[in-house]
């Protein structure tokens, strides 16, 4: 699967809908956000996997989204480049009509690794969405 972290951008007005954070009725909405980096694992893609599903594919300064069934949810992260492997697995437990974040950045200040976790405020989940880039699921040209 990191053989496949493409890097696509979704589409403006879906990210500005998206923006408004709307609960969906019946699903949870799900939203992973990726926060600036200054150096550290800045060039590293991560892949965001729910339930064994890719859901798109994070840089710095980016969210992806994904309106899932409620439930048990499963999120692994994927990296490439130096980095390449699994890291960062969490299991969260989701309610219909919910919209949930969850950040994903380096521990230890920034020296550590790729992680994934809850945010400490819905402020701060909020703003890096806002602040953030939308993307979605890209594909390489061989269809990987």
């Known amino acids: 699967m990191s053989a496949?972290?493409?890097y696509q951008v979704?589409?403006?007005?879906?990210?500005?809908?998206?923006?408004?954070?709307?609960p969906v009725p019946g699903k949870t909405s799900l939203y992973v956000c990726r926060e600036p980096a200054l150096l550290v694992a800045r060039g590293v893609k991560t892949v965001v996997v729910v339930n064994n599903i890719p859901i798109g594919t994070l840089k710095t300064n980016s969210f992806v989204h994904?309106?899932?069934?409620?439930?048990?949810?499963?999120v692994l992260l994927r990296h490439?480049?130096?980095?390449?492997?699994?890291?960062?697995?969490m299991t969260i437990d989701t309610e219909p009509g919910e919209v949930r974040y969850l950040w994903?950045?380096?521990?230890?200040?920034?020296?550590?690794?790729?992680t994934v976790d809850d945010f400490d405020s819905l402020e701060d989940a909020q703003e890096c969405v806002r602040g953030a880039?939308?993307?979605v699921l890209g594909q390489k040209p061989d269809g990987g």
């Open 80 to 89: 490439d480049g130096m980095s390449s492997g699994s890291g960062g697995f």
């Open 4 to 6: 496949c972290a493409t």
């Open 66 to 74: 994904a309106e899932l069934e409620p439930g048990q949810q499963g």
């Open 104 to 114: 994903v950045g380096v521990t230890g200040n920034g020296w550590g690794v790729l």
């Open 133 to 135: 880039e939308y993307s």
């Open 10 to 22: 979704g589409d403006a007005s879906r990210s500005d809908h998206l923006k408004r954070f709307g």
